[in-house]
């Protein structure tokens, strides 16, 4: 495999940028200068409520959102607060990673 090869299949790509938007309510991906995947969220008191994930076309399969779903759960446990996970797409990573998220995370009761 020559180099050139080895560099195309590698799906990381080093212009990833993760920003926490206050003044949108959400967390964003960007991969190079596109906006690639949000995070919606509502500040509560003492919570920060997960609401939706969102991937832009084009941006499909990349391992993308998971790499935000981790950087938000990252920050809520960071500031301190704890995590209310509305999105289906979160939920699905918690059960998949539950560490260390669970004894920060408040699951919403069933409507």
Partial sequence: MSVNEALEADPFDATVRLVRNDARLRYE????QELAVIITFEELPGHID????????GFE??????VLARYALDDVVA???RIIPHCSYVVRFLE???EPYLQYTDFPEAA
Avoid: D, N
């Fill in 96 to 98: 998949k990673h539950p």
């Fill in 50 to 57: 997960l609401i939706h994930t969102v991937g832009q076309p």
């Fill in 79 to 81: 500031s301190g607060k």
């Fill in 29 to 32: 991906l960007y991969a190079g």
């Fill in 61 to 66: 399969g990349r391992g993308l959102a998971k």
